[in-house]
């Protein structure tokens, strides 16, 4: 009979990607000689911009919208 296992293979995979992450950022922070909270923001608000570009570009290039104007140009 086996025994249950305390840690699920998730959990460890889980941590150790946390683990190089906070390894990144703190590497990054002195490479920059600035703090790992701010490193840690301004890396959100660098992802926050790029999503918001990416969807309105997405929405520019969207292919039903671009067929609807290519068909408004050729009336």
Do not use: I, Y
Not at 36 to 41: A, M, Q, R, T
Not at 42 to 62: D, I, M, N, P, Y
């Amino acid at each position: 009979m086996r025994t249950p296992s305390r840690f699920s293979p998730l959990s460890s995979v889980t941590g150790t990607v946390q683990w190089m992450l906070n390894l990144a950022t703190r590497m990054l922070a002195r490479m920059l000689n600035m703090p790992e909270p701010l490193v840690h923001d301004t890396g959100v608000f660098v992802f926050t911009h790029v999503a918001a570009v990416e969807s309105r570009v997405g929405k520019t290039l969207c292919p039903v919208r671009l067929l609807r104007q290519l068909r408004s140009w050729l009336r």
